[in-house]
């Protein structure tokens, strides 16, 4: 009987094949791997006749059942991008996994009539933020990192996950210190970003320097032409107004790109601090209290300007030229310093008092140029790039600090002091840097590289003191610190995507020969480390709602070269900053583990484990009556939480987004040879709704509101800090102009008080800063400004480290 079923099966399997009907199924995304949802499917047969069609859903998916074999077209369209088509022999169930739809490259008569909405996309290793073509296009840079997931900008200080980020542009690092970063990225308009990239873990091409990487991509050139931008804004604070000025112009031919960009940026800035301090006795009680009210004017101008060239010598070469300057002049960059200290006895009864004027004056000059040639194989993504890099930098700075001692309720002068200093650092870059990547057949791609960097700092400081008029050289602050680096790494890394899994994992490899040396006082720190930076990543997709992941990386921080430099720099006759020759590495291991439902909602736990962290330190001399702050290694630092995301269209005009973190903080650090401990389970939420309005989606609102509970970073304990900012754009004449008006820290609440209360020390400071600001801003296009710019920014690994004593004040 078995052998009679099995021979009519096999008889009759063929008829019961041909008439057996089939499935196709579908998922559409753009090129940004973003859901395409509501394009047109349509079904033809081999004469071009119509079968069936369809649309996708909401997650880009789509279903066509019951198709008989044989051979079809299956057409995908959607407006705003290019069509799909693929034949191919239907004789089983099939699924087309990731159609991607590429978006149409010719402009409509140079005007660009629609805007989408930002969205929020994880990928294996970062979380990308589309704002190409978006509301936010309007905005400048920093405005959009403001919105971007996982980003805070506040306190004049970007930071991701506590920590403070290397900015990237185009996968290519900024090297400025972070208050250049901020005005360059403000002076830019976002008119050519396409997206914001947060990788709170970077892979092993990166380098291994920082806490987490912003990688801020730009839109690629798409036809021939010439466009053009002039953006400005104009903010209100509390004393000065400050203001951001800006052009950008772009030209294409067929084989040669070429990009200009000048911002300047005059602004005044003011800030009010009080700081009490509490020296105490060799029992540790309180001996006298000073009080210091500061009340500090910066004015800067900076002047950015970044030009790139792009030359195609032929269809697999590339030659780029590109240079990134910013000048601050000394006639535009000074700040002023004006203090009064009041110093008590330890039963508040006022003893004396002095009055110090600090004024000063800056100088930066930081020119980078950049050689790059990119060799693209006959194999379809595979290329091999090398790039050269030169950076100059020039600083330079001119203080003079006045100060007149007066007794208790007595206006009767009887001491004064003068001081000047001059200050000056030169610094050359040089590095270079070959990468090579290979994708493989199956979505598998390898990346390999090598870079050697040289650095040649020198700092000059000469202080002069005053007596009745005569200037003489005080030779305990003449000083020369030298500092030389050399730096050689080399990578490795291997991705590999399946239908539901994601993997990659790298490997870099980095060795430092490093020497500072101090001539006068001759302090010398030499230093050889070779280091292994792993990093590994994984993703799985259980299915269309629900994807886990995991991923381990560990990180370098190096000092900065200014940390590095042990000069002194005076606020007032007891109050200094001091570099610390002798300080290390940080080093980081990081963990984290995520879940995400329906691409909408992300929960992630964390673990950091940070090894010798450097930290800007207070520290008071019980005996002397002085204050100094200085970078100094604490022992460790440990940190872990878990973290909430979510981006959704609300309804169709109304998206929101929400972050927020629950997180842990541990330090542990040393105050003569007594080990530390400071702790703190802390909130940080973050909540902005991007509202469009009219039928032509013309009017824009966005209301966000941010909250951080006390917190603790070494042994400084912050307070509370929270604010809402709102801002309303209109665009005018078919989206080449917009206006825009808004305020930022509406009720002055982000502000905050910080203390330092441990062992013999004992400070308490309150900072006031001009956060509530009146912002009006105008943006215009000009030519065919459909176009986009292959805008580059120079950098190399070390350029970060360049931060002068400016930015102390």
């Not at 195609?312 to 200290?341: A, H, Q, R, W, Y």
């Not at 902005?688 to 013309?698: A, G, H, P, Q």
């Not at 509101?705 to 801002?727: A, E, F, M």
Request: hydrophobic letters at 30%.
């Amino acid at each position: 009987m078995l052998r009679k079923l099995l021979l009519h099966f096999l008889c009759y399997f063929p008829l019961l094949a041909l008439a057996q009907n089939h499935t196709i199924s579908g998922h559409v995304v753009d090129e940004n791997k973003i859901e395409v949802a509501y394009s047109n499917i349509v079904l033809l047969d081999s004469d071009n006749e119509y079968i069936k069609g369809t649309t996708t859903d909401d997650s880009g998916n789509f279903v066509i059942e019951d198709i008989h074999k044989g051979t079809y077209q299956l057409k995908i369209s959607y407006l705003g991008f290019e069509p799909y088509n693929v034949t191919f022999e239907l004789y089983k169930n099939i699924a087309f996994n990731n159609i991607v739809l590429s978006e149409k490259a010719e402009a409509l008569d140079g005007v660009l009539v629609t805007a989408k909405r930002p969205t929020v996309k994880r990928l294996i290793d970062r979380v990308v933020f589309n704002v190409e073509n978006s509301t936010l296009s309007n905005y400048n840079v920093l405005d959009v990192l403001k919105h971007t997931p996982g980003v805070m900008v506040s306190d004049n200080k970007i930071t991701v996950k506590n920590g403070e980020p290397i900015i990237y542009i185009n996968d290519k690092r900024v090297y400025l210190s972070s208050n250049e970063i901020q005005q360059l990225l403000e002076g830019t308009t976002a008119q050519n970003l396409k997206s914001i990239e947060v990788i709170t873990n970077p892979p092993a091409k990166y380098e291994a320097e920082g806490n987490a990487v912003i990688n801020i991509v730009t839109s690629k050139n798409i036809a021939a032409g010439y466009n053009g931008t002039i953006f400005g804004n104009y903010k209100q604070g509390y004393k000065y107004p400050k203001y951001a000025l800006g052009t950008s112009h772009f030209f294409k031919t067929n084989k040669l790109d070429a990009y200009l960009n000048y911002s300047g940026s005059p602004r005044k800035d003011y800030r009010h601090n009080n700081e009490i301090v509490n020296f105490k006795d060799e029992l540790n009680q309180t001996s006298s209290i000073w009080e210091t009210d500061f009340k500090r004017t910066k004015e800067s101008l900076n002047h950015n300007i970044n030009a790139n060239i792009d030359y195609e010598l032929n269809e697999n070469n590339t030659l780029s030229f590109s240079s990134s300057i910013l000048i601050g002049p000394e006639k535009n960059t000074n700040t002023d310093v004006n203090s009064t200290t009041q110093m008590f006895s330890a039963n508040y009864v006022l003893d004396s008092l002095f009055n110090t004027t600090n004024n000063a004056n800056f100088k930066t000059n930081n020119l980078a140029f950049n050689l790059d040639f990119v060799h693209d194989f006959k194999r379809e993504g595979e290329k091999l790039t090398v790039n050269l890099h030169h950076t100059n930098y020039d600083f330079a700075s001119l203080q003079n600090v006045n100060t007149n001692y007066y007794l208790a309720n007595e206006n009767v002068l009887f001491r004064e002091s003068i001081f000047q200093t001059n200050n000056s650092q030169s610094t050359k870059l040089y590095t270079g840097q070959v990468d090579y990547e290979l994708p493989f057949e199956n979505n598998g791609q390898f990346e390999t590289g090598v870079k050697v960097s040289d650095i040649n700092s020198g700092s000059y400081i000469n202080q002069f003191i005053v007596n009745n008029g005569q200037q003489s050289t005080d030779i305990d602050e003449l000083d020369t610190f030298l500092y030389d680096e050399m730096n050689y790494a080399v990578y490795a890394s291997f991705s590999k995507d399946w239908d539901n899994w994601s993997f990659k994992t790298g490997l870099r490899l980095e060795h430092t020969d490093l020497t500072g040396e101090s001539e006068t006082i001759s302090n010398s720190n030499e230093s050889t480390y070779t280091k292994l930076f792993p990093s590994f990543y994984l993703l799985d997709r259980i299915n269309d709602n629900h994807q886990i992941y995991f991923s381990y990386n560990k990180r370098i921080s190096r000092p900065r070269y200014n940390d590095l430099n042990p000069f002194k720099y005076y606020l007032n006759d007891n109050t200094y900053l001091v570099g610390n020759p002798t300080l290390k590495p940080q080093i980081d291991d990081v963990f984290t583990l995520g879940y995400t439902l329906k691409d909408t909602y992300t929960f992630e736990v964390y673990y950091r484990y940070e090894d010798n962290p450097s930290l800007e330190l207070f520290q008071q001399d019980n005996v002397n009556n002085k204050v100094r702050y200085i970078k100094t290694n604490i022992d460790r630092n440990i940190s872990y939480g878990l973290d909430f995301m979510t981006y959704t269209n609300v309804v169709s005009n109304w998206n929101l987004y929400v972050l927020s973190s629950l997180f842990y903080y541990e330090g542990k650090y040393y105050n003569d040879n007594l080990l530390i401990t400071n702790d703190k389970w802390s909130v940080y939420a973050q909540v902005v709704n991007y509202f469009t309005l009219l039928k032509d989606k013309s009017l824009s609102v966005d209301v966000s509101y941010n909250y951080i509970s006390p917190l603790v970073d070494g042994p400084s304990v912050y307070s509370t800090r929270h604010g809402l900012d709102i801002s309303v754009r209109k665009s005018f004449w078919d989206n080449r102009a917009s206006l825009s008006v808004g305020v930022t820290d509406a009720f002055n609440t982000q502000n905050f008080d910080l203390s330092n209360t441990y062992a013999d020390q004992d400070l308490f400071m309150t900072s006031r800063m001009e956060n509530r600001l009146i912002t009006l801003g105008f943006n215009y296009k000009f030519g065919n400004y459909k176009l986009s710019t292959n805008k580059k920014e120079i950098n190399s690994e070390e350029r970060n480290r360049l931060e002068s004593n400016s930015s102390h004040n």
